[in-house]
């Protein structure tokens, strides 16, 4: 446990992260479920609209510090081809 008051006040800040990080990563974690069980249901527009949120949270999550922009950028990539590939077979 910490004893000097700068090291109290860094263990509340610790604390206070962890919570928002864990709960832009949930957020993420969460669209990008529903983006992939949206291809799988095969629905175009659902899926057009489902991709734009998911895009729009993973840049969020790189300017908030959650992912590095290299990783959000390969899950653009990897996404935009699924869903490409559902929107052309349906």
């Not at 700068?6 to 832009?24: C, D, G, H, P, W």
């Amino acid at each position: 446990m910490a004893n000097h008051v700068s090291s109290l006040k860094r263990a509340r800040q610790t604390i206070v992260k962890t919570a928002v990080n864990r709960s832009n990563k949930s957020k993420l974690r969460g669209t990008l479920r529903s983006l992939r069980e949206a291809i799988v249901t095969g629905d175009a527009k659902a899926i057009g609209e489902q991709y734009r949120t998911t895009v729009s949270i993973l840049d969020k999550s790189v300017q908030k510090g959650v992912l590095h922009k290299n990783t959000a950028s390969r899950y653009k990539s990897r996404l935009n081809a699924r869903v490409k590939a559902a929107v052309v077979k349906a």
